[in-house]
């Protein structure tokens, strides 16, 4: 027994040594960890469980006969961050490049069945070459386990993927079916189909990282949620998000204490909001203002930035909250928008995290770009996504709420528990000047002074259906609050909400638009 336990113990030196020194020089020398820090790095010290370590495949031909390393290139298992349960599977790009084959999709495919049946979040690291070409079909089918895994898991476990290296072919839709994609500048790439076939097919010449990179990913394509310039960063980054999370959709997220006093007063918002409409301003400053220590954690914050989704916490509570953005396109609606806002909606919906909706909206883009690219069908998401969603819901109306837009930010109309509005607030079909132009266009026309009437009409119309308390007297705003109050009035709001329970008419699914 002492001998092979002895045995026992050289074998998982060897396993944890990794295949062998070049091969871990390698990985070095492209600025990359190696597997087993990159778990070290995610999971709380000394907590991993590693689940089939000796795994070899059993492929021949091609020389695979003759080399089977152990892990047959992915780890996997389980630990914890800050005390609650995480599985993982990682990549090690030092055996067959991290590629996919029978026994590793296998292993993937356990760890995979394992945290649904355990109700805990899964993150996988990602540095792989995609499907091992020498084992064929059977490694395109192992994607296809995982890809139906990951469907079976959506709104059930938070998934978030980790790009850590390149990701190419079906290797990218797996982080695409996920809830959080994380990449590292300049050492993780992910596309379809990679520069070579793209100059043979096209004629276009490109860099991996200019085809997609992390930036292209996080600014152009919207693939990717956050973007660092290190691992190390990264990965402290997915565990603060973590935190953020439920273990699963049966629980609510984990709350935590709170310093920051509930009823704190936010003076400085009557000075950060003009009162011009036309004026911009950073809604950002508003969130950080009224959330718990002024910390939140935004989603997608380099793409569609004319609108703002984050997750932050209210007297300790986790809260997703999505704002226009004023500072860009001034905070109007288009596709990319809707498709963010509507994405983060559902995700915080299956996650029993209750949704805060700062609206200043001046209505969707115009443009002929807009409307051929389909935008009535990418807003018709976002509205789905509130209309559909169970979670205590609470609009607060800043400045601008115009038309249809602003039936889609989660109005009264559509379900939202509580609405409430400051003072400068204007709710309207579209603005005076617009409005005026319609309705009083022969007057103007027949005036000796068409300009000075067309001021009067304006001031006329805006006293008569713009000023801040239309809604509230007609029961579309539940109350008009100083702004100082906001923080105060949203926490005791929510709490109140916590216990909400909404019934669901049954069906199979939806059919939302797409």
Partial sequence: MRSQVEELAGIRERLLAGPSEKATAAQKAKGKLTVRERIGLLLDEGSFHEVEPLRRHRATGFGLEAKKPYTDGVVTGWGTVEGRTVFVYAHDF??????????????????????????????????????RI?????????????????????????????????????????????????????????????????????????????????????????????????????????????????RNNRENPPPVPCDDPADRRCDTLADLVPVDGNRPYDMTRVIEEIVDDGEYLEVHQRWARNIICALARLDGQVVGIVANQPQTLAGVLDIEASEKAARFVQMCDAFSIPIVTLLDVPG?????????????????????????????????ILRKAYGGAYIVMDSQSIGADLTYAWPTNEIAVMGAEGAAGVIFRRQIAEADDPEAKRAELVKEYKAELMHPYYAAERGLVDDVIDPADTRRVLIGALAMLRTKHAERPARKHGNPPQ
């Fill in 134 to 246: 020498q084992e064929g079909v059977t490694a395109l089918a192992g994607y296809g386990g995982i890809f139906r895994r990951n469907t079976a898991a959506s709104g059930v476990i938070p998934q978030i993927s980790v790009m850590l290296g390149p990701c190419a072919g079906g290797a990218a839709y797996s982080p695409a079916l996920t809830d959080f994609v994380f990449m590292v500048r300049e050492t993780s790439q992910m596309f379809i189909t990679g520069p070579d076939v793209v100059k043979a097919v096209t004629g276009e010449e490109i860099t991996q990282n200019g085809l997609g990179g992390a930036d292209v990913h996080a600014e152009t394509s919207g693939v990717c949620h956050f973007a660092y310039d290190d691992e190390e960063t990264c990965l402290e980054e997915v565990r603060y998000l973590l935190s953020l999370l439920p």
């Fill in 94 to 131: 030092r055996i067959f490049g991290g590629a996919l084959g029978e026994a590793h999709a296998a292993k993937i495919h356990k760890i995979m069945d394992m945290a649904l049946a355990a109700g805990a979040p899964l993150v996988s690291l990602n540095d792989g070459a995609g499907a």
């Fill in 364 to 396: 969707f883009l115009p443009g002929v770009g807009q409307e051929h690219g389909g935008i009535i069908r990418h807003g018709a998401k976002l509205l789905y996504a509130y209309c559909d969603a169970t979670v205590p819901r609470i609009s607060l």
